[in-house]
């Protein structure tokens, strides 16, 4: 007789052994059952039938069908133990004479993972779940998790579902696919009444640039901007960001100066926005066809040179900030700049974060304004940061040190030491964090 599958050519001793095992796995603590539980999943197929029969058992404890539940996932090709796992999603406390309506909900939702990570071969008896109104919800959760093509038609049968939740889960999952079926459910999920809902849409359909001309995506998309929910907002403006449609750059400055716009979606705009110029390192250029790069790129300097002076009174500054709420805002707008070292817009934005670094700054954006120049790596921000060596706050100078270093890697210290020996006052100390 061929051995079992799964045997790994590990077997009991003898008949005893086995006997003992199992009943350490019925009976014993939680250390006894963890180790037998690997000796009966080695027994390969001839565990399945004791397992299925200990499932069913309504005297077994909570961590028993724990440990059962757990060792029947190591046979996901096996019909009958996928069948029999499903029957115990949303199984009634009342059954068992040793579990409490909580462990009753846990083992649920153990099952419901134990069936997503078998994959594909639970995805029938997944779907057979979903015609039963009190498996609906924990069978969408599953089939959210399998992420296979299969479960498309499973998922697009329950997309407009009564219950929210279930919803999600299916419009989540329908997003990993582009598929002409999962189009029309995702643009549909955009007017949701569930916020949840509405943001996996978004997100979704933000990473298909590829149904931008045919959908007009951005045009669908920007409604959301002022969705009133703030993390539909926000997920809006990266979607679009994305997409990098001509016709997005005049909305996202509005939300980005809107005095009625909270922090979370300002900070999410500016983003959006640095993607919008690092078109030119993606696609060797610094203008689309109708300059959609410079315009995004402009937006934000104006906006960081308003947020610096404090000028509330002019069309390109945000409005309704506080000091702190500015510099945040600084410091994020300084980060995106910093990240255009692939950009051919890299050298722009050395020269204004230079101009911006000779203006009175709180030391939290100079800390980040230096390091953005690094990333940058133009020469012209060598001699721009000297003069920081010199800073009065201590941490300044140090941040300087370690930008002049990137900056010119082969003469930095001579320079910099040159440039110490010309001042008045004796800074030569500053050369010990060199």
Not at 70 to 82: K, M, Q, S
Request: proline content about 4%; glycine content about 4%.
């Amino acid at each position: 007789m061929p051995p079992s599958r799964c045997l790994s050519g590990v077997e009991p001793s003898n008949l005893q052994n086995r006997v003992d095992h199992w009943q350490r796995f019925k009976t014993g603590d939680f250390k006894q059952k963890w180790n037998s539980s690997k000796l009966i999943v080695k027994e390969g197929d001839s565990a399945i039938a004791p397992l299925l029969e200990l499932l069913d058992d309504p005297t077994a404890d909570a961590e028993t069908h724990w440990f059962t539940i757990r060792a029947l996932g190591n046979f996901p090709g096996e019909p009958e133990v996928i069948a029999a796992l499903a029957t115990q999603v949303n199984n009634d406390a009342s059954c068992y004479a040793n579990r409490t309506s909580e462990q009753a909900a846990e083992l649920s939702a153990f099952v419901i993972e134990t069936l997503a990570a078998m994959g594909t071969s639970a995805i029938d008896v997944l779907s057979q779940l979903l015609e039963d109104p009190q498996r609906r919800l924990l069978a969408a959760k599953a089939l959210n998790r399998v992420r296979s093509s299969g479960i498309i038609p499973a998922m697009v049968r329950v997309a407009n579902d009564n219950d929210a939740m279930v919803r999600y889960y299916a419009v989540d999952a329908l997003g990993s696919f582009h598929s002409s079926t999962v189009t029309p459910v995702l643009l549909a999920a955009l007017k949701d009444l569930s916020a949840a809902v509405r943001k996996v849409a978004v997100m979704a359909l933000g990473r298909r640039r590829d149904l931008q001309e045919s959908y007009q995506l951005s045009q669908q998309l920007q409604p959301l901007l002022w969705d009133i929910d703030v993390a539909v907002s926000c997920q809006a403006a990266l979607a679009l960001g994305r997409l990098g449609a001509d016709d997005t750059i005049t909305s996202l400055k509005s939300v980005l100066l809107s005095e009625h716009t909270p922090m979370a979606l300002r900070i999410d705009t500016v983003r959006a926005l640095g993607w919008y110029c690092d078109f030119a390192s993606v696609h060797g250029q610094t203008t689309t066809a109708n300059g959609t790069v410079n315009k995004a790129f402009t937006v934000l300097t104006d906006t960081l040179t308003c947020c610096r002076d404090g000028d509330a009174n002019t069309q390109n500054a945000p409005q309704g900030l506080t000091a702190q709420e500015r510099a945040k805002l600084q410091i994020t707008i300084i980060r995106v700049l910093g990240d255009l070292r692939r950009s051919l817009l890299a050298n722009q934005a050395t020269d204004v974060l230079i101009h911006h670094l000779e203006e009175q700054l709180p030391i939290s954006v100079i800390q980040v304004l230096i390091m953005a120049l690094a990333n940058l790596k133009q020469p012209q921000a060598f001699d721009a940061l000297m003069p920081l060596l010199n800073h009065p706050a201590e941490t300044i100078p140090i941040h300087a040190i370690a930008a002049l270093k990137q900056l010119d890697p082969e003469d930095n210290l001579s320079r910099v030491t040159d440039y110490i020996n010309g001042l008045s006052d004796d800074l030569t100390d500053i050369l010990n964090f060199w």
